[in-house]
């Protein structure tokens, strides 16, 4: 149990940086969609969604590669990060140039005629991105968590702030005549410009502090450390892009799949933005995993050696799963009200009935990430291969099948249909391989009512507001309740614990 307990710890630090800072940066949707139009919504929905795919690339698998070895007997832990971190700023410096020389072509390809430099922007991005990743792992693998906490802020709050001078402070101070008009070069017809460029900058300038935190490298490519962590990480990659395929693809390809005049009076791009705003509001799920992930993944790697190492993992999938369960069912019977709040302009709220599945397939990917541990501490990610490009066919599938016929809602199932797919085959062969005992049919039944009476509150109506809000909420008190009537047992085996320490 203090195992259990010294993971929440953990989780709880990383969730403040990771839940505050993506919390803060979450409220810039206010200013979006408040200030930019549909269609240079659409544009930053795509252009991420993109630079989601190209991270996986720049990193290829060498963070989790990073945990594997660092951890281990027979290599130095300062060894490792001194050569993972070379590598990363070698390859990073050819993929960046690439990147930089194609800008041209990829404008073209994507329906940005003349906007290549935003293609520069990306490949610069993109080259940060790589090169801050090994020294972050390294804070959590040292149990750094302030640290890191600290550096995810900071890097979040320049964000914001220059997002609010770009594209709120300086057109108002031009409005009241305080600066001239073009003020810099200012120009008023860009939006996701100034959005890339607030997050170019933010992460340029947090370079040095991360590196003085993690601590400073030796330019060193040993091959002996690197040939085993390469043949660990090429299967990771393949898994991320999967991945990414999965959580990102409906949002890349949606403008580009979805009929002229599907959405009346929305042109493709704005009917994108309204589809990006709305996966925005799932973002708090998101969050919680990836708080999670942060400590679990070198906690889970910690504990691989003790025998009970198959309890604890089962235990803390249990866990995992009924916070999350209740979380979902929070957030879809608030809709109503959460959605005008953050979506400011009208028309986005014709996209929300999609959020709960949403919800339930950054659920699932959790429940994934938990399932996978199996083969991250046997070796064997090839696996991961086949299991994520399987969940990436059903995600292509979805949209390509489904997002002419029924829009948004295709998009939407893309997500939920790839993860649980991956759930599936992880869970089979994880049993054959490292058998773990996992609460499986208890938690299947939690996530199907849960997933039940988040439509069923989404959808309640009693006509009067207040009426309504208060059903709809009695069903997030109503599962919670069968939670502590069915988890009593355990429960109490958990305070009497906390008591004894």
């Known amino acids: ?29 206010i200013v979006y969609t ?48 001194h050569t993972t971190q070379s590598l990363l700023i070698t390859s990073s410096l050819i ?56 550096a995810k802020i900071l890097n979040i709050l320049l964000n914001v702030v220059l997002n609010l001078t770009l594209i709120i402070g300086i057109p108002y101070l031009m409005d009241s005549g305080k600066i001239p008009e073009g003020f810099l070069g200012y120009r008023r017809d860009w939006g996701v410009e100034y959005i890339l460029l607030s997050n170019l900058v933010a992460n340029g300038l947090i370079i040095p502090f991360v590196w003085l935190k993690a601590g400073f490298f030796q330019f060193t490519l040993d091959k002996a450390i690197l040939r085993p ?30 009929p002229a005049n599907f959405y009346p009076g929305l042109s493709s791009r704005e ?9 925005k509001l799932a973002i708090l799920m998101n969050l919680v995993i990836q708080a999670f992930k942060y400590a679990a993944e070198p906690f889970f790697f910690k504990q691989s050696g003790s025998k009970d190492s198959p309890k604890l993992y089962a235990k803390v999938m249990h866990a995992f799963i009924l916070f999350c369960t209740v979380l979902m069912i929070a957030i879809s019977v608030n809709l ?36 996978s541990i199996w083969f991250k501490i046997t070796d ?62 208890k938690d299947l039944s939690y996530l199907i009512v849960a997933f039940s009476l988040s439509y069923f509150g989404f959808y309640l109506n009693l006509g009067e507001p207040i009426l309504s809000f208060f059903a709809k909420n009695s069903l997030v008190l109503v599962f919670i309740l069968l939670i502590f009537i069915l988890e009593r047992n355990q429960l109490n085996t958990y305070f009497k614990g906390s008591n004894k320490n």
């Open 95 to 150: 993929l960046g140039s690439g990147l930089y020389l194609l800008a041209p072509v990829i404008a073209e390809a994507m329906n940005y005629p003349g906007q290549a430099y935003l293609f520069r922007w990306t490949a610069l991005l993109l080259a940060f991105d790589a090169i801050l990743a090994i020294p972050f792992a390294k804070l959590r693998l040292d149990n750094k968590a302030f640290a890191f906490a600290g």
């Open 271 to 279: 009917a994108a933005g309204v589809f990006g705003a709305n996966f």
């Open 1 to 29: 149990m203090s195992n259990l307990k010294k993971l929440a710890g953990q989780t709880a630090i990383y969730g403040l940086s990771s839940i505050l800072g993506r919390s803060i940066n979450f409220l810039l949707i």
């Open 380 to 441: 064997k990610t090839n696996y991961s291969f086949w299991i994520t490009l399987a969940g990436a066919i059903i995600s292509i599938a979805t949209i390509v099948f489904l997002v002419p016929i029924w829009g948004f809602m295709g998009a939407a199932l893309s997500t939920l249909g790839s993860y649980l797919t991956m759930c599936i085959i992880c869970f089979k062969f994880g049993q054959h391989y490292y058998p773990i005992p996992y609460q499986t049919g």
């Open 229 to 258: 962590m390469w043949g660990y990480s090429i299967p990771l990659l393949f898994m991320g892009l999967a991945g990414v395929t999965n959580e990102l693809i409906s949002r890349l390809l949606f403008e580009y799949l979805i």
């Open 336 to 371: 109503d009200w959460l959605g005008p709040l953050f979506l400011r302009r009208p028309g986005y709220e014709s996209g929300l009935f999609i959020v709960p599945t949403l919800l339930m397939g950054y659920l699932l990917l959790g429940v994934y990430f938990n399932l």
């Open 34 to 81: 408040a200030y930019l139009s549909k269609e240079e919504l659409g544009a930053f929905t795509g252009i991420y969604a993109l630079i989601g795919f190209l991270n996986i690339v720049f990193t290829y698998g060498m963070e989790t590669s990073f945990f594997r070895y660092a951890t281990g007997k027979n290599l130095n832990p300062e060894k490792v990060y």
